[in-house]
């Protein structure tokens, strides 16, 4: 088995083997680095064949970098689904530093986590104008997160909403999509017909947010962990 075949060149591989270890686990470090960690008695060959078996994972998360680091030739961000021209040199500024050191300081995570929660909640406010008016449903606050799995979350007693900075990253209709979910979750709070049958009254394919993230998942979840996770 060739290793030149699984990991490019231009891609450093290194493993490391400790006897505290229980599993085989691949991550990458950084753009240009991959690490294998191993439990003390595992064969070279045994990391090869991890390795071929999560052949497609390493090229799919090469892929993913490659699209970044090409990005930061082109000056662009990625927000609301697409990669769009910078409207601020301060965040053109912080977003290069981001995207070209290996371990971002939290100060630069923060402040581009600013960004993006501000920039959903100006979007978000705008939707919640729109819709609440239509829908005769008026959420009592509105708070965000960094969930990963739920988009959006209505506390059925209390009517407050809490949006994943998450939704920063899909496009507007999908978010459009989300929040009628959840204002519709002030009236309903479960998944019975009526509430479907509340939400497709303003939402005709509720369906769209779930074929978008079976396409871009993995892109998309890369990038949230990169930028939302400390």
């Not at 662009?76 to 971002?104: A, M, N, R, V, Y």
Request: charged content about 20%; hydrophobic content about 35%.
């Amino acid at each position: 088995m060739n290793i030149k075949n699984i990991v490019p060149p231009n891609c450093h591989l290194k493993i490391i083997k400790n006897r505290n270890y229980k599993y085989l686990r691949l991550r990458f470090k950084d753009f240009s680095t991959l690490l294998l960690t191993a439990p003390k008695h595992i064969s070279e060959k045994e990391c090869l064949n991890f390795l071929q078996d999560n052949k497609e994972w390493i090229a799919t998360q090469i892929n993913f970098q490659s699209q970044i680091t090409y990005t930061l030739l082109e000056e662009k961000i990625f927000l609301f689904g697409e990669w769009i021209d910078f409207k601020d040199t301060s965040i053109q500024k912080l977003w290069q530093e981001f995207i070209s050191t290996t371990t971002p300081s939290l100060t630069i995570k923060t402040k581009l986590q600013e960004f993006y929660q501000k920039e959903l909640h100006s979007y978000i406010q705008l939707s919640l104008q729109h819709w609440c008016s239509l829908m005769n449903l008026y959420p009592s606050q509105i708070t965000y997160g960094k969930s990963i799995r739920q988009l959006g979350c209505c506390y059925s007693k209390s009517h407050k909403i809490r949006f994943s900075l998450k939704l920063s990253l899909i496009p507007k209709a999908l978010i459009d999509s989300v929040v009628i979910h959840e204002l519709a979750h002030i009236k309903y709070p479960h998944h019975q017909k009526e509430f479907w049958d509340l939400v497709l009254t303003y939402d005709k394919n509720p369906k769209n947010i779930h074929l978008w993230f079976r396409k871009n998942h993995s892109f998309n979840l890369y990038l949230y962990k990169r930028i939302f996770k400390n």
